[in-house]
Structure formats: structure tokens, C-alpha cells
């Protein structure tokens, strides 16, 4: 069958067409651009060959409850996007499938711009995540440090990703109390040949060009007993951000904030007699990235004037070996991984005494010669899980047990460095380090230095039981009981930490219990009609050291002497009620599902707005309540029209804090949660001569507006960045190809929307410090090619 693609509408008459022109000539221009760079050097992309998600005919399997089942007969609503559909909708990240999935919000917070995962409005910026992220069976989500968020995967040699909406701890651990993200890589074969190549060339609006090149190959090496898959591949994103000279305003250097990756993966299967299979793999991923992609708001958009370089490092090594055993009536598998994970980030300080001593009285003041903040996060997680799963899906009484440990160490640590504030301090206040503070630079005319330690193990009991109690119906329980302890230490140093100080081991541990439960009935075909209520579950954390002296007028108006040294586990029930449908051809496919979610004791940050620090502690309660639609339509062989619709209304419970100067009040809606998400999209497929099939495809997508705290009574308000924008980008697509190979134009943000998704102080919000902002990528157009055996 024929891949199928887009049409959106007709330009009748002139004022349309004429509109029509002055939309597409730049992006036209562009691809002539491209065209004649790809003349001399042409990188192909990567595209399998294999049917859409909604084909009419297949069953698609998705192993959301850890075993392989009909996504129609998972009472869970989910997103399935295989390779294809990964390739075509333009997702080459993680952090773009926010766009593609309703109810999925990927914001980018804090001051260092870590991008944090949100789902049906559960968020909160810090503590353990509230969205569990895995590869394969292996988690790799990171606690939030604002300094490092999650692992940017990439769409690199994937077969599926599986997107699970609400609670998800029985099966996957406390860290999923909104949903979890699954990266599902292609696995071994043990018979035949599988090889392919690909790469592209793309051009970013008013920046630079970016280029990927991509190469898998993995086949039999003893038919029937051993295989192996070897994948490469590596990408390079064009920077869209200018650098000026802050003194002179002459221009430094272009496009700084690109970024490249290098991705490589090896696995082995063997098959070792009849009932016994090993998986070893390892995967490894290297991000380096030239510079911030902020500019500063008061130079207009794409500019920025650091006095230094803010470059940044991220690898990520992940080996693993699963095993499964073949029991008879069961299947015995077996998960071993090992995380290794190190970010590192230069961020520019040079406004950092001008906005801390000097209370931002003298704009635009920087340290001579400049001074920056240079922070490392190193990551290590051993995990271990064995369940044990009933193997007949057609049984009355379908079962799964298991058990799972994991062992984590988060280390950070940041120096700032400005040996230049010797000379700031005496020319602006007549006064030297020591006479200010009390104490001189640390050697290396360090003015901070801090190492803190999380550690962290799990130990969990889990299982869940299915049960057909009668034709068409079938009820569903899950349970898990874990034991979760953490140590924290922190070591801080210099004047601005007031001295030595050293916190901790402080300590705290959590013993939860997290059920889930559902009921599904199945009126005929492929229909399913479900309810369900499940628990989340995240454990509590300790806070490093307030000082007492320097925040005491912050403290005292939230009515506290000092700040608590740790802060409790928060949970939530969630409830859901839903519908997947569908003609018996699978022309039309309707999939329907409401929740509400009672959230309680939660994890927030306060914010100290005068000295710039911060601690967490459990407040208040919050109540979301939303809906989730996508319907499919195939009226013809060749057309496919798609629609996807997510709404959250997640809004806090309860007052907290004194009246008139609280953190969050009663109605005040979650931060960084549009209400309002969704996307539309048609896809043409069409046949040329020469046996050249293609398609056409374009897609819409909306993200509405969102606030960056609870309210304007929040301590955390700032009216410069309180109000997010909402976004709509428009995506386009035409590909044509025969015989394994295929060519492929794109133009991403064809409209070049110019929505601020960041905003944020650089330093300290209360005194006005400047602010650094970032768009939406501008319109970017590409060519890609692949051939594949």
C-alpha cells in the first residue's frame, strides 16, 4: 500500500494565493540554498520502510504493562510512534514529541534552561521527576537540579516510542506519578540482512546549517543463534544566536548555540538452546554544545552579550544485558544496567556582583575581564529488575511478578570564578573582598565553591494480575511496595557562601505502597470501554544551606526563622474513564479518555526573592482535571486525515502562606501547564511514473498560554515573565521513493512563528536583573535521503 500524506486547503482566490507567496518564497529560498549545497555534498535520512500506526488491517502492540498486548486492549491512554511516524512528523528529539502529543509539555525552567518533562499538569521544577523516562526496560530520568534535566535522546536507530499517560508506578517505579516516556531501540535479528544509510541537510532561518549523517547495520552471524545490530550516527543543529561585544556592541560571533551529537549503539542476541536468549548492548550518546540558546531581551531577538563563552558537555553511557528464559507457562526476564552520566556547563557571571552586592543599583555593571559560574553533574545508577510474566495472552488469568533495585550517586559540584571583583568592589564601593564579606577569594579568585551528594537506593516487591471474569469483560490489579532511603551531603565555601559550611548526612526514606487498579469491557471488534484509578507516588529530599543572616527578611515574611532541612514524599490518585473505537476496517478510530487527579503534600520550591536562594517543602494540594481525544480517519486509500486534542485544568486546593504574600493560593493554576493542546494533521500518498511512490503531509500544532508562577500573589511572581505565550507551527513534508530508497523535503515552523518560550531573570528576579529569553526555532527547510537493504 502506498504511504499516504497531507492536504490542508485551497488557495482560490488572489488574496489567498498572494498570502500563499509571501509565506512560502522565503522557505523556497531556502531550499534553493540547500539545493546547491546538496549539489556538491549530498547527507541522506533515515526513513524504514514500514506501514503508519493506523494501516488498516494491523494489530499494533504496544508493552506498556510490560508484556506485548493490542494497543486497543490497553485500558491506558497512550501515543505509539514507531519509526516512520517518528521520521515523518519531524521528531528528532526527545523533547520534541511535546508538540506531537496532547497533554505533554516539555518547558525549559530555571536559570541554567533545564528542560523539565510535565504531564497531565503534574509538574513540579524540583525533587525526583514526576515523569518516569526509560530506555528499553532501563530508566534513565535524573533527579531535577535545574542545572541538568533529562537526557536529550534522540530519534536514533528507535523502533517505537510509547507514551503512557497518568500514574504508572506499579509497574515502572515512584518516579512515574504522571506518565512515563519509553525509547524503544531496534533489536537483533538472528536471521537475514538489515542495513541502511541516511542523512540531511537543513537551513535555519537568519542562522546556519545543520547536517546529519546516520548508518545501521545488524543481521545473522550464526542463523538461528547469533545476531547483531551496529548503529552510528551523528548530528550537528545549526545556532541561530549572535554574540556582541557588551562595551563596543561590534559583533563577536555568529550562530553560537549549535550543538552535535554523536550516537553510537552495538547489541548482541544470542539464542542459547530453546528456552534461554541474551541480550547484551551498550549505548552511548556525546552532545556538545557551543553556547546558550538565550539572547537578551533588550537587544532584541537572536542577540546576546555574555562577556564570555557559555559552553556546555553532556555523555551519556549506557551498557545492559537482558536475559529471558523460556519456563514453559512463563517467561523469566532479567534486566542489569549500569547509567554513567556527566553534564557539564559554563554559565556567564560577570553581572553576578553587580546584581548580588550592589542590589542591581548600577545597570549593565560587570566584573573586568568577566567571571562565570562552571558547574559539573556526574550521575551513576545501577539497576536491577526480574519479573516473571505468564506467557499465554489468550488466557482467563494473565499474570506478571517482580522485583527491582537500583543503587544512584548525584554528584554536583560548582566553582564560580571572578577574580575581576577585587578591582569591581573597590572601585564601586571603596571597599576590598574581605572588608565586604569578611573573607577573601578562595585560590583561582574563586567567590563559591560548592559539592553536594545525593544517594539513593530502591528496593521494590511489584506485581499485577489480569483476570477475564466473564466474555468481554476483564479486571485488572496491581500492586508495589518499595523502600526508598537518600543521604544528602553538601560542602560549600567562599564568601558569597559566608565561609565553610558543610550539611549533612542529612537523611530520609520512604516506604510506599502504590495500587492501580481497572475494569475493561469489550462491546465487539476492536472497542474497549475502561475505567481505571491508580496512585503516584514521589519520594521526599533534603534542602542544602539557607543563610540565615542573608535571607532573614525573606524567611520572616513567609513567617519561618529559618528554612526546613528536608521536605516529605507527595502523592496523587489519579482516576480515568475511557474509550478506543473504531469502524471493523479501521478507517475511523476514535480513542477518549477524562481524568481527575487529587495531588496532595506537594513538593515546591520556594523562592526567596531578595537574597536569591530557595528551599522545597511539602504545600498544599492540587486538583487536574482534563481530557484526551485522537481520531483517525481514512476516507480514501490514499488520504489520511488525523486530529489529537489534550485539556488540563490543573489548579492548587488550598491557601499557602500568609495572607497577601503567599507561595500559592487557592485557585491558582500549576505553573508552566497550557490548558490546551492539540494537533491536526493530512497526509497524501500518491504514485508516480517510474513506480515511484510518495506523499505529501502537512500538520498544525497548538500549545496554549501558561503562567511561570501560581499567581500575582505568589513570592515567585515577577511581572516581566509571569505570562507564557501559547504557540501554532505549521509542518510540512513530501517524500517519493522505490525500491528501499527514498528522498525527502521538509519545512519546519513553516509560518516562522516567533513565540518567547523562555523567559527568565538571569540572576536575581528582585532586582530587575536582565532577562534572557528564547524562541521558538525559526522556519528551518531540509532535504534528506536514505537507502536501505
Known amino acids: 500500500m502506498p504511504p499516504r500524506v497531507v492536504v490542508v486547503e485551497r488557495w482560490g482566490d488572489s488574496r489567498r494565493h498572494s498570502t500563499l507567496s509571501a509565506i512560502v518564497a522565503p522557505a523556497v529560498k531556502q531550499w534553493a540554498r540547500l539545493c546547491c549545497v546538496s549539489a556538491l555534498a549530498m547527507a541522506p535520512a533515515h526513513a524504514q520502510a514500514d506501514e503508519g500506526e493506523g494501516a488498516q488491517g494491523r494489530i499494533v502492540f504496544v508493552t506498556a504493562r510490560r508484556v506485548a498486548e493490542a494497543q486497543d486492549a490497553v485500558p491506558i491512554s497512550l501515543v505509539r510512534l514507531d519509526a516512520t511516524d517518528l521520521e515523518r512528523r519531524g521528531v528528532a528529539r526527545l523533547a520534541d514529541l511535546a508538540g506531537v502529543v496532547p497533554n505533554l509539555a516539555m518547558p525549559t525552567v530555571g536559570a541554567f534552561g533545564a528542560q523539565q518533562p510535565i504531564m497531565r499538569g503534574v509538574f513540579s521544577p524540583i525533587g525526583a521527576s514526576t515523569v518516569g523516562l526509560y530506555v528499553d526496560d532501563v530508566p534513565v530520568q535524573i533527579r531535577s537540579l535545574e542545572v541538568a534535566g533529562n537526557p536529550d535522546l534522540r530519534r536514533f536507530d528507535l523502533d517505537r516510542v510509547e507514551v503512557l499517560r497518568g500514574p504508572q508506578g506499579t509497574l515502572f517505579g515512584a518516579d512515574s506519578m504522571g506518565g512515563t516516556i519509553r525509547a524503544l531501540t531496534r533489536q537483533p535479528q538472528l536471521e537475514g540482512l538489515d542495513a541502511w544509510a541516511g542523512g540531511e541537510l537543513s537551513s535555519v532561518r537568519g542562522g546556519g546549517l545543520g547536517r546529519e549523517v546516520q548508518a545501521a547495520l545488524g543481521g545473522a552471524i550464526v542463523p538461528g543463534r547469533i545476531g547483531a545490530r ?66 537578551e531581551s533588550s537587544l532584541g531577538p537572536f542577540r546576546q552579550s555574555a562577556s564570555l563563552r557559555q559552553p556546555g558537555r553532556d555523555r551519556l553511557l549506557l551498557p545492559s544485558l537482558t536475559a529471558r528464559l523460556d519456563l514453559g ?34 545597570p549593565g555593571i560587570r566584573t573586568p575581564g568577566g567571571s562565570y559560574s562552571r558547574t559539573t553533574v556526574d550521575q551513576a545508577v545501577f539497576t536491577q529488575e526480574l519479573r516473571v510474566a505468564s506467557a499465554d495472552p489468550q488466557a482467563s488469568v494473565r499474570w506478571l511478578v517482580g522485583a527491582f533495585y537500583s543503587r544512584s550517586r548525584i554528584a554536583m559540584e560548582q566553582r564560580v570564578v571572578e577574580p575581576g571583583i577585587a578591582d569591581l568592589a573597590q572601585s564601586q564601593l571603596g571597599l576590598s573582598v574581605e572588608e565586604i564579606f569578611g573573607l577573601p577569594l578562595l585560590p583561582g579568585g574563586q567567590s563559591y565553591h560548592s559539592r553536594q551528594q545525593i544517594r539513593e537506593r530502591s528496593l521494590a516487591a511489584f506485581g499485577q494480575v489480569s483476570w477475564a471474569f466473564a466474555p468481554r469483560w476483564e479486571v485488572t490489579g496491581g500492586l508495589r511496595l518499595s523502600h526508598n532511603p537518600l543521604r544528602f551531603r553538601l560542602m560549600s565555601e567562599g564568601p558569597f557562601a559566608g565561609g565553610s559550611n558543610a550539611v549533612g548526612p542529612r537523611r530520609q526514606s520512604d516506604t510506599p505502597l502504590i495500587p492501580h487498579a481497572a475494569l475493561s469491557w469489550r462491546p465487539g471488534g476492536d472497542s474497549l470501554v475502561y475505567l481505571s484509578a491508580g496512585k503516584g507516588f514521589r519520594g521526599g529530599g533534603t534542602n542544602g544551606a539557607v543563610p540565615a543572616n542573608g535571607c532573614a527578611a525573606d524567611l520572616s515574611a513567609l513567617g519561618r526563622a529559618a528554612a526546613p532541612d528536608s521536605y ?26 477524562a481524568f481527575r487527579i487529587d495531588w496532595r503534600r506537594i513538593q ?29 480517519s481514512e476516507p480514501s486509500r490514499r488520504l489520511a486525515l488525523d486530529f489529537s486534542l489534550g485539556f488540563v485544568d490543573a489548579r492548587f486546593r488550598r491557601d499557602v502562606g500568609p495572607p497577601g504574600a503567599g507561595i500559592v493560593a487557592a485557585g491558582d493554576r500549576i505553573p508552566y501547564v497550557p490548558r490546551w493542546s ?18 505529501v503531509r502537512t500538520e498544525w500544532r ?39 530508497w527514498r528522498l525527502s523535503a521538509f519545512a519546519d515552523n513553516l509560518l516562522d512563528s516567533r513565540t518567547v518560550l523562555y523567559r527568565n531573570a538571569e540572576l536575581v528576579p528582585a532586582t530587575g536583573s536582565p532577562l534572557r529569553e528564547m524562541t521558538q526555532r525559526p522556519r528551518t527547510v531540509g532535504l534528506s535521503a536514505s537507502i536501505g537493504l
Open 230 to 295: 551496529i548503529s552510528a550516527y551523528h548530528r550537528r543543529d545549526a545556532g541561530v544566536v549572535d554574540r556582541f561585544d557588551p562595551a563596543s556592541g561590534a559583533l563577536l560571533a555568529r550562530n553560537i548555540d549549535h550543538d552535535a551529537t554523536l550516537g553510537l549503539r552495538f547489541a548482541v542476541k544470542a539464542a542459547l538452546g530453546e528456552r534461554l536468549e541474551l541480550t547484551p548492548s551498550l549505548f552511548y550518546q556525546r552532545t556538545a554544545r557551543g553556547d546558550l540558546p538565550f539572547y
Open 702 to 740: 497548538h500549545a496554549g498560554r501558561f503562567r511561570r508562577a501560581p499567581s500575582t500573589r505568589s513570592t515567585a511572581y515577577d511581572p516581566r515573565v509571569y505570562a507564557g505565550e501559547g504557540s501554532d507551527l505549521l509542518f510540512l513534508r513530501l517524500s517519493i521513493g522505490r525500491d528501499g
Open 329 to 362: 507457562g512463563a517467561t523469566l526476564t532479567g534486566v542489569t544496567a549500569w547509567l554513567d552520566r556527566r553534564n557539564r556547563q559554563i554559565v556567564d557571571y560577570s553581572g553576578f556582583f553587580g546584581e548580588i552586592v550592589l542590589g542591581g543599583m548600577v
Open 604 to 632: 515546591q520550591s520556594v523562592t526567596l526573592p531578595n537574597c536569591g536562594f530557595s528551599y522545597v517543602d511539602n504545600l498544599g494540594a492540587a486538583r487536574n482535571r482534563g481530557v484526551e481525544l485522537a481520531l483517525r
Open 568 to 593: 516529605g514524599s507527595d502523592s496523587l490518585w489519579s482516576y480515568e474513564a475511557g474509550v478506543k473505537a473504531g469502524l471493523p476496517d479501521r478507517r475511523l478510530r476514535l480513542s477518549l479518555a
Open 678 to 695: 492539540g494537533t491536526m494533521a493530512a497526509e497524501y500518498g500518491f504514485t508516480l511514473p517510474g513506480r515511484l511512490e510518495g506523499f
